[in-house]
């Protein structure tokens, strides 16, 4: 049974920090690009970053790039996502997917996902 777990919300001011984890199993983990995907009251959800860990590439939203560093933990079967910089507008839910997409066109950086079993996801909130 595939489950990721994201954790790690918070509540935070702008300029602070924090790291979010994404628990996975039931599958092999190094055959996936995990992802992470946010979606903020009244606006569709939206890609912002994924991690392909079988060849170390990394891809960020233009909105984040700079600020979040995806990485991985083999051992744990575990994504992070470590949010440094933060602002109002990062406020969110934060989910993680098993598969994820990147495209790089006139609108930059777009990372899309076919996983669609979102589970709880973990709530981001920024304070100005």
């Known amino acids: 049974d595939v489950q990721l777990q994201a954790s790690g919300g918070g509540l935070v001011q702008a300029g602070g920090s924090l790291r979010l984890s994404c628990a996975t199993s039931?599958?092999?983990?190094?055959?996936?690009?995990i992802g992470w995907f946010r979606q903020a009251p009244g606006k569709e959800r939206e890609g912002v970053s994924c991690?392909?860990?079988?060849?170390?590439?990394?891809y960020y939203a233009d909105s984040v790039k700079g600020r979040f560093t995806i990485s991985g933990d083999n051992a744990k079967n575990t994504v992070y996502l470590q949010m440094n910089s933060l602002k109002p507008e990062d406020t969110a839910d934060y989910y993680c997917?098993?598969?994820?997409?990147?495209?790089?066109?006139?609108?930059?950086?777009?990372?899309?996902?076919?996983?669609?079993?979102w589970g709880q996801g973990t709530l981001v909130t920024v304070s100005s």
């Open positions: 991690i392909h860990d079988f060849d170390g590439m990394t």
């Open positions: 997917a098993k598969g994820c997409t990147v495209s790089i066109g006139p609108r930059g950086v777009v990372i899309t996902t076919s996983y669609n079993s």
């Open positions: 039931g599958f092999t983990f190094n055959d996936y690009a």
